[in-house]
């Protein structure tokens, strides 16, 4: 927890400006044996550029296929609603320009860097791809693919390049995923859990590393995690997900101060506070998230949730600013909560 | 000299293999190099010399080491001239079957759906059905010629290569690196070219060098049968069918072509099972083929 110290930067202007990306109700489905697997419903998220947004939620909330969607790399299922970036509609560009975006426009780090790289292929090889699928000649590839592993701190770039993904070791792994990722200097970089395998020390050392990376290059990030410490120093934005659903979208300040959802307020009351006392034990959240091929009908967290009414159960809530509120969440007692946000009754 | 003590340590370590490697070099040196290996021509035929039993003297600067066949030929000569063929033979069929079954394997793997379905009924068909009894009635329509013996020897075996690279590439497939190579950009032929097949040579190489063993069973029985290699030309099962008379009178005709066939088909499954060995040292190469249910659920396809 608390890995990177460093205050988040304050958040940019809301200018009318286009958002770089810009995610709107997605939705995911697929039939498996078991019936329909609702993955996605209702997805929201704006990232401008050079923003660093984080996507925080439980196992199986669907961050990674959320991001895995906005770059089509979803084999299985049926995706509704849209996806700008950059003023392109990336549901409908054809599969050619899709090819395109990846890797040039928008970079994807991978949660394990092991099983991401190619056991048989040198780093360098791997790396170079981006360039040699645009085109780059060879030798130019590797002088760049060179600069990029000396900028990610791979010590001794120049006799490591040819070393196989086996011969690093998990924190240099995940350097390698960066420079990868970054290569072929994409505008956006969507990070799944970049640094879920790392221990702590490391950890910190990687996102240090990507905020250094995207603060030179003007680098919009979109970081995935379960952990609000990560969130906390690293993104200036926050998209809470539940069950496949945008909750909450606002400031990383106003997560930790002036959250209007239930279920935000429900995570961070779980959380043990380092300047408070010691308590007996932690708050949870009763009640496990719902399978999506199960989802409860109305709000999919209503039956967890202890300012639940009847209206929750038969009506999704919309994801929409209160009036009252600063910033938008799916909740029917936005209104109410928004009175005094921040505070769990 | 670092390269000679680690060779000498190879070989102390594998003699058996090396026992192998260097018959297989020994034969491949004498298949090009004939004339350095004998002084006879393999095609010269005296009646006067017939049947002559081995380490009988001879006109050339060695006698007739094997002793000499029914028309006078040296048979030494002959089977070194019968090596050219087998092993032409054995190593173009496998290149050919394998090539068409790796292609038609990595497709149906890769691309599932009807591809896969098409691929996979055509195996089975060709495996309900015994593979010489193909062979045969193909040559008999065709007329029997090394090409044609090849070719035979090519669409008898290829489902093999296609269930093999099939059952790699299912489970390849799922490999998160193939989804990291498709989120930087690259194509599917990318993808199963660069990405793939690197990582199922290792199983691939040591199936074929096993079916190289087997082509050159094969191509003999096709011989013995008469329907393989034709005289003048000579490969060592048409030296086995030509020797069978004689068996009585004359042992050297058939057991040094039969010698020739056990010892290289065993050095071939000697260094194929040390290479799998070898290849499963490193676990993410192992070529552990396993053969997934015909539908993996959940996976639909992409268009």
């Known amino acids: ?345 | 000299m670092r390269w000679i003590t680690r060779g000498a340590r190879f070989v102390w370590h594998h003699k058996l293999v090396s026992c192998s490697m260097a018959f297989l070099v020994v034969l491949a040196f004498a298949a090009v190099f004939r004339d350095a290996v004998t002084p006879y021509d393999p095609y010269s035929t005296d009646v006067s010399l017939r049947n002559l039993p081995p380490l009988s003297d001879g006109t050339g600067w060695l006698p007739h080491v094997l002793g000499t066949d029914p028309l006078g030929r040296d048979l030494l000569s002959v089977l070194v001239e019968g090596a050219r063929v087998s092993l032409v033979v054995g190593l173009l069929s496998v290149l050919v079957s394998g090539t068409f079954g790796v292609v038609l394997g990595l497709a149906a793997g890769y691309f599932r759906g009807r591809t896969d379905d098409v691929v996979m009924r055509l195996v089975d068909l060709q495996m309900s059905v015994p593979s010489l009894l193909i062979a045969l009635l193909v040559l008999y329509v065709l007329g029997p010629s090394l090409t044609n013996v090849v070719f035979v020897l090519a669409i008898t075996r290829w489902m093999v290569y296609a269930r093999v690279t099939r059952g790699l590439m299912l489970s390849m497939r799922e490999e998160l690196f193939v989804e990291a190579a498709r989120s930087l950009g690259a194509s599917h032929l990318r993808i199963i070219v660069r990405h793939m097949i690197p990582n199922i040579m290792a199983p691939i190489m040591v199936l074929a060098t096993l079916e190289m063993a087997v082509m050159l069973l094969t191509e003999a029985s096709l011989s013995f049968l008469g329907l393989g290699i034709q005289p003048p030309q000579s490969s060592w099962g048409l030296m086995l069918a030509q020797g069978r008379e004689y068996l009585t009178t004359a042992w050297w005709l058939v057991t040094f072509p039969g010698l020739a066939i056990l010892l290289t088909t065993l050095s071939i499954n000697i260094i194929a099972t040390w290479m799998r060995a070898r290849s499963t040292e490193s676990p993410r190469e192992s070529g552990a083929v396993v053969e997934p249910p015909a539908r993996a659920p959940l996976v639909a396809q992409q268009a």
């Open chain 1, 1 to 345: 927890m608390s890995t990177v110290m460093r205050s988040p930067a304050p958040v940019r202007g809301q200018e009318s400006e286009e958002p770089l990306l810009d995610v709107q109700d997605l939705t995911l489905q697929f039939h498996a044996r078991h019936g329909l697997v609702r993955a996605l419903n209702g997805v929201n998220l704006t990232v401008r550029a050079g923003e660093r947004v984080g996507i925080v939620g439980e196992s199986g909330s669907g961050k990674s296929v959320t991001a895995l969607s906005i770059l089509r790399l979803v084999r299985a299922g049926r995706i509704a609603g849209e996806i700008r970036f950059a003023g392109e509609n990336l549901l409908t560009v054809p599969e050619a320009r899709m090819r395109q975006i990846r890797g040039k426009e928008i970079g994807y780090i991978f949660q394990d860097p092991l099983s991401a790289l190619n056991p048989v292929r040198s780093v360098g090889d791997q790396i170079s791809e981006v360039l040699r699928l645009r085109g780059v000649r060879k030798a130019e590839a590797r002088r760049r693919t060179l600069d990029m592993l000396q900028r990610v701190g791979i010590k001794d770039a120049g006799r490591r390049i040819d070393d196989y993904p086996h011969q690093f070791s998990g924190g240099m792994r995940q350097r390698v995923m960066i420079a990868m990722a970054l290569i072929g200097e994409p505008r956006l970089v969507l990070a799944d859990e970049p640094t879920t395998a790392l221990d702590v020390r490391v950890q910190a050392q990687v996102l240090d590393l990507l905020w250094d990376l995207a603060d030179e290059r003007d680098l919009a990030v979109v970081l995935i995690t379960h952990d609000l410490g990560i969130v906390a120093g690293f993104a200036e934005r926050v998209v809470v997900m539940y069950a496949g659903k945008a909750m909450e979208e606002c400031s990383t300040d106003e997560l930790f101060r002036a959250s209007i959802h239930p279920y935000t307020l429900g995570l961070l009351h779980s959380l043990p506070r380092v300047d408070g006392e010691v308590p007996e034990k932690l708050m949870t959240i009763g009640g496990s998230p719902p399978s999506p091929s199960a989802l409860p009908s109305g709000c999919p967290f209503h039956p967890r949730c202890r300012y639940a009414l009847d209206r929750c159960r038969e009506q999704v809530p919309a994801f929409v600013t209160p009036p009252n509120g600063s910033h938008p969440s799916a909740c029917h007692r936005a209104e109410v909560l928004a009175q005094s946000p921040g505070v769990l009754q």
